[in-house]
């Protein structure tokens, strides 16, 4: 069993930055491929970045190329997702979710965060 918590999200404006944390509980954690979804007010829940168990390969959804970045210290149990030139259409909740396999289907991942709330005004 994994317990996910995400921190770090809020209100910023358009062009800020923002820095968002998951903490895992568990000793487990460095098996996982770990993803961090988001899911907009009457949308679906999307992919939007995932990371290897050593933290050596990533993936990201086109429209967050080049701006986010994905991250893990497994020592801290933690990954992270550093988000820059956000824009109004990336004001969702972020999730993030451990997997056993590389996927990006959201139907692969066994455990999920709360969710944090990031707000992009224009």
């Known amino acids: 069993q994994v317990q996910l918590v995400e921190s770090g999200g809020g209100l910023v404006q358009a062009g800020g930055s923002l820095r968002l944390s998951c903490s895992a509980s568990g000793r487990t954690f460095s098996i996982y491929v770990m993803g961090w979804f988001r899911q907009a007010p009457g949308k679906e829940r999307e992919f939007v970045a995932h990371i290897s168990q050593s933290g050596g390969n990533t993936h990201y959804a086109d429209p967050v190329k080049g701006r986010f970045t994905i991250s893990r210290d497994n020592a801290k149990n933690s990954v992270y997702l550093q988000m820059n030139s956000l824009k109004p259409e990336d004001t969702a909740v972020y999730y993030c979710?451990?997997?056993?396999?590389?996927?990006?289907?959201?139907?692969?991942?066994?455990?999920w965060g709360q969710g944090t709330q990031v707000t992009v005004s224009s």
């Open positions: 979710a451990a997997a056993k396999v590389v996927v990006t289907s959201d139907s692969g991942y066994d455990y």
